[in-house]
């Protein structure tokens, strides 16, 4: 009895040993996750060392499949050095796991090796709509960074997964399927069966501030994602950003979004300007790396719930172009703004509501209004040019008209021009703010005007 226990406490210890020395998936660096499966996780957060992104590869008898090519070629070509100081194989796949650029720009290093490149189509459509966009957000933002991507050449996906694949490598098939939305809209996972591992690219980040702030982003699938990837079991997990973990990282991915989906909701509901949200710091996400990533991820909650939050007494179309930034209160008293930006320049639409016990508006209404505001700001100088009237859905509402731009000192900067109309609904007064700023280009700025009066008069009050 004795002798049994005994060899049974051997085994585990070098079972455990062998978990621990062979497979150390506490490291950095190169890793050995599993017999056919290894990991290159990032060793922090700076561009240098590919912005925390973790990639990887399985080796197969006949193939070896990459999973995301890393954020500069250079770091592609450290990791394709790796993958050769472990097997001669022929690098045939590539996959996409999302479009960000720290899993993306390494791509063209391992296509012009032969290797196949796999994505989602929305993965795909997105690598090419912003690569051009980042890139020159780089060169003009941050030059520093820059010069490390002086040499990124976009390589867009070869081949497209639509739902699910399966890939033989020969003595082990890769599993790569689209969840639906998640952390983007084309997500992707790969799955390995055999080894019970899983890549979840940016749907995880293990001690990592997460990118909630994608525009494809959905947070309600997003949490079925890691729902179903937890019932799925696996024994390894390779996140996106941070160390490789076990399958408790999926509960722990959807508290770290549910907190903050129920921290931004509280800020809205307070009326909490998003520039009071930058430092925000949720309990148990003290340690965590990338904090650039909250005043991101709480501009997200904003867009997504501020209409649900609010819950105001109107709706209306504004179109795919003008999309919520902050605001906050709720439907008899609060403040929405919306805004929109491209390259025909930047525009606002703000609608603030309150009670009140009259039933009209006139123009010195909003002269009043007009003159708290700049004795608010200062720093704002507005012009009027005259009144007219605008719809505010099927009201033709008073309004003023005119010119505005930033004081800096004595001297006004260049602005744009403003639209501020006042109208009352039962017994709530609705102030609407349009204003644009083109950087003087006249006729750019009346016609963002025009799309701003155009939404205002899709306005249909819901109660």
């Not at 973790?54 to 080796?59: L, P």
Request: net charge negative.
């Amino acid at each position: 009895m004795k002798t049994g226990w005994y060899l049974l406490i051997i085994a585990i210890i070098l079972a455990a040993g062998l978990n621990c020395s062979h497979y150390d998936v506490e490291s950095t660096g190169l890793v050995r996750v599993s017999e056919r499966v290894y990991a290159v996780v990032a060793e922090g957060p700076s561009a240098l060392q590919g912005l925390g992104a973790n990639s990887g590869f399985i080796v197969g008898d006949d193939a070896i499949l990459v999973i995301d090519s890393r954020y500069t070629p250079d770091l592609a070509k450290e990791l394709l050095q790796s993958i050769k100081a472990v097997s001669d194989l022929p690098v045939r796949f590539v996959v996409n796991t999302h479009y960000h650029p720290d899993h993306t720009w390494g791509n063209s290093v391992f296509a012009e090796s032969g290797a196949i490149v796999i994505s989602t189509p929305a993965t795909r459509d997105a690598i090419e709509k912003y690569t051009p966009v980042y890139l020159e957000f780089y060169r003009e933002q941050k030059p520093e960074v820059y010069d490390q991507l002086r040499g990124v050449k976009m390589h867009l996906p070869d081949s497209l997964v639509l739902k699910r694949t399966f890939i033989d490598l020969g003595g082990v098939s890769v599993e790569i399927y689209h969840p639906g939305p998640a952390h983007t809209a084309g997500d992707l996972i790969v799955y390995v069966e055999s080894e019970k591992v899983v890549f979840t690219g940016g749907i995880t980040s293990n001690h990592y501030h997460a990118n909630m702030g994608d525009q494809g982003a959905d947070f309600h699938g997003w949490m079925t994602v890691l729902d179903d990837l937890g019932k799925r079991g696996p024994r390894h997990v390779i996140p996106g950003q941070g160390k490789i973990c076990g399958k408790d990282i999926f509960a722990k991915q959807k508290k770290y979004l549910n907190d903050f989906i129920g921290a931004g909701k509280t800020a809205i509901r307070e009326e909490k300007a998003l520039s009071q949200l930058a430092a925000t710091v949720i309990p148990g996400t003290e340690d965590y790396l990338q904090e650039n990533m909250i005043p991101f991820n709480m501009q997200a909650i904003y867009r997504k719930y501020m209409i649900s939050t609010v819950d105001p007494d109107f709706r209306f179309d504004p179109g795919d172009d003008i999309i919520v930034r902050e605001g906050g209160g709720n439907a008899a008293r609060g403040r929405i703004q919306w805004v929109m930006q491209s390259e025909d320049g930047y525009s606002e639409l703000e609608v603030s509501w309150k009670p009140v016990n009259r039933t009209e508006v006139i123009i010195e209404d909003i002269y009043d209004d007009l003159s708290r505001h700049l004795g608010e700001n200062p720093d704002h100088h507005m012009s009027i040019l005259g009144s007219k009237e605008i719809m505010i859905g099927n009201t033709e509402a008073v309004a003023a008209f005119g010119t505005w731009g930033y004081k800096i000192g004595t001297v006004v900067a260049a602005g744009g021009i403003w639209t501020w109309s006042m109208m009352i609904e039962g017994n709530i007064l609705y102030s609407v703010k349009l204003s644009t700023n083109t950087e003087s280009d006249h006729e750019k700025e009346k016609m963002n005007m025009e799309i701003l009066e155009k939404a205002v008069s899709t306005f249909h009050f819901i109660r």
